[in-house]
């Protein structure tokens, strides 16, 4: 079993920064496929970022050269670095983690764990 813990949502001006951090425990794969997914109130859960081994990244277009991915093996945790934030990005914020293989980065079903989720407000 997996248990995903986030951390770093809170409440940010637009044009601010947030980073949000999950950290990994229990029985995993060495540097399984991770996700961030978003899902705001009345709205279907969106994808937003993956990371699948080191150093290969997927991000949703809305995004891109804002958000940045990435991971620390040794301590089992995966970031999201968000820039930029704008009155468009408010959601509560999920990490995911596939199996050994990821297909579609993008397809919420391809992962199995999930954090409890952390809210991520940004004020105009």
Known sequence: QVQLDESGGGLVQAGA??????AASGRTFNRPPMA???QAP????EFVAAIRGITSTDYTDSVKGRFTISRDNVKNTVYLQMDNLEPE???VYY???G???????ANYHE????G????VTVSS
């Open 17 to 22: 920064s947030l980073r949000l951090s999950c």
């Open 36 to 38: 961030w997914f978003r």
């Open 42 to 45: 009345g709205k279907e859960r």
């Open 89 to 91: 990005d408010p959601a």
């Open 95 to 97: 990490c995911a983690q």
């Open 99 to 105: 199996g050994s293989v990821v297909f579609t980065p």
């Open 111 to 114: 992962y199995i764990y999930w």
């Open 116 to 119: 409890q989720g952390t809210q």
